[in-house]
């Protein structure tokens, strides 16, 4: 079983900063990609930014420039630092991470519980 535990949304005014974190933990072999989604009210879950093991990232156009993904490979640990936040950032954030879970059970995706994140005007 994979756990993943997010920490650090909050409220915050347009132009400020917030960075999340996520650890994961339980029993696995390795992680391939961590990375963050995003779920606003009403919509489907969309990706905002990914990092592969060996530290490739990827963003989603609305992001890039403002927010920075990273991840500690040996802390099982990935982060998102958001800048200059906008209204339109509001939403909630889930941590995911693509896990090679064992022989048996193969690659699997987990999402962690989620952390809103609120940027008011």
């Known amino acids: 079983q994979v756990q993943l535990v997010e920490s650090g949304g909050g409220l915050v005014q347009a132009g400020g900063s917030l960075r999340l974190s996520c650890a994961a933990s339980?029993?696995?072999?390795?992680?391939?990609?961590m990375g963050w989604d995003r779920q606003f009210p009403g919509k489907q879950r969309e990706v905002v930014a990914t990092?592969?093991?060996?530290?490739?990232?990827n963003y989603d156009d609305s992001v890039k420039g403002r927010f920075t993904v990273s991840r500690d490979n040996n802390k099982n640990t990935v982060q998102l630092q958001m800048d200059s936040l906008e209204v339109d950032d509001t939403a909630v954030y889930y941590c995911?991470?693509?896990?090679?879970?064992?022989?048996?059970?193969?690659?699997?995706?987990?999402w962690g519980q989620g952390t809103q994140v609120a940027v008011s005007s």
């Open positions: 990092i592969t093991s060996n530290g490739n990232t």
């Open positions: 339980g029993s696995f072999f390795s992680i391939k990609t």
């Open positions: 995911h991470a693509s896990v090679w879970v064992s022989v048996a059970a193969g690659w699997r995706d987990y």
